[in-house]
């Protein structure tokens, strides 16, 4: 019965990656009314689930750069090398369909098959366990994106160090909205790019504060953003060398450089150590042990080297998490201090 039915979301699955896309009755609508933009039509080369690929990059159900909407379609706002765009994605007779506008629109169409997994290899992934296999059976869409740009996936994984999901998800979508650009063309309402570098380094520290960002993420990111040229050419480098790079930066670690290649650059071996649940859902799932740290985590991903952090999001889809202990950590805001 495993096989024949998806599983519903759960917190799990949803960190793992997952968006729902509608592909209902309304699929196939044309899109919102506004001026024309450049398109491109790509045929993915296997099976292809945008809400798996594209889901990893959306910050929470209100992230104004991501949005998916009831025709089934698929909304990114970006800041580009060439400026600010936004992007349209469906999936239509086996075939992509993408539009984009604004001075990036030609930069996002270039991106579009690394962005949808074309330069992913998931026949390189061999599962070595059942529950890895029935997840990876139950997602043959699934395939490691690439977005090719460093700092619209560092500056939210900064964001999310040692708060809840729902502190950071919060405070991008306020500083985002408030010190970001409207998305060009004829984007959903309230969709925005993120500011770029100079924007970030120009927000005072009280709205900081007001977004409830403590001075130590926000630090970090005034350095990331100062040397933002030098960490956008990591870009050139390969996952391990730009985590290196990234790490360079006082505020970034492990676990941030981690977060932030898995999108950037598809990484499809990055793992993250330094997590404060996926130790245990990975030892929970793979040797019934809730109580894993990131040595065991790393000696059970071992049998799956070059592949670990596709063998973890197939483990957070697949659902198997061990039953909560203690009290959900309490959400803090301390823009109320």
């Known amino acids: 019965m495993a096989g024949r039915f998806t599983p519903r979301p759960t917190r799990t699955t949803v960190r793992g990656g997952h968006v729902d896309v509608p592909t209902g009755v309304r699929a196939g609508l044309p899109r919102q009314a506004g001026g024309p933009g450049l398109g491109r ?18 910050r929470g159900p209100g ?24 992007l349209r994605v469906a999936v239509r007779d086996g075939a992509v369909r993408a539009e984009a506008w604004g001075p990036g629109a030609r930069w996002l169409l270039e991106q579009l098959p ?10 390189a992934f061999e ?45 991008w979508r306020l500083l985002v909205r408030k010190f970001g650009e409207p998305a060009p063309g004829p984007a959903p309402e309230r969709m925005y790019v993120m500011p770029e570098p100079r924007t970030w380094a120009l927000i005072p520290s009280w709205e900081w504060h007001r977004a409830g960002v403590d001075d130590k993420r926000a630090s970090t990111i005034l350095r990331a953003v100062r040397v933002a040229a030098r960490l956008e050419e990591a870009m050139g480098l390969e996952a391990e060398g730009a985590q290196a790079r990234l790490e360079r930066v006082s505020g970034i670690g492990p676990w941030t450089s981690a977060e932030t290649v898995q999108r950037s650059h598809g990484a499809a071996d990055a793992v993250t150590v330094g997590d404060l ?30 592949q670990r952090h596709r063998a973890a999001r197939l483990i957070l889809l697949s659902g198997r998490t061990p039953a909560r202990r203690v009290p959900r950590m309490p959400r803090g805001d301390i823009g109320r201090l």
């Open 41 to 58: 039509i790509w045929t993915p080369p296997g099976p292809l689930d945008l809400g798996l690929v594209l889901g990893p990059l959306r």
């Open 63 to 86: 992230d104004p750069t991501f949005r998916a909407t009831p025709d089934g379609s698929v909304w990114r706002a970006s800041r580009t090398p060439a400026g600010a765009g936004t």
């Open 114 to 123: 690394d962005l949808l997994g074309a330069s992913d290899d998931p026949d």
């Open 127 to 171: 599962p070595r366990h059942r529950l890895v296999a029935a997840a990876r059976h139950r997602r043959p869409g699934l395939r490691l994106t690439r977005t090719g740009l460093v700092l619209e996936s560092l500056i939210p994984s900064v964001l999310e160090q040692k708060v809840t999901t729902d502190e950071a998800y919060r405070a």
């Open 277 to 306: 649940h996926l130790p245990g859902i990975v030892g929970y799932a793979l040797a019934g042990d809730r109580d894993a740290d990131d040595a065991v985590m790393l000696a059970l991903l071992e049998p799956y080297a070059g």
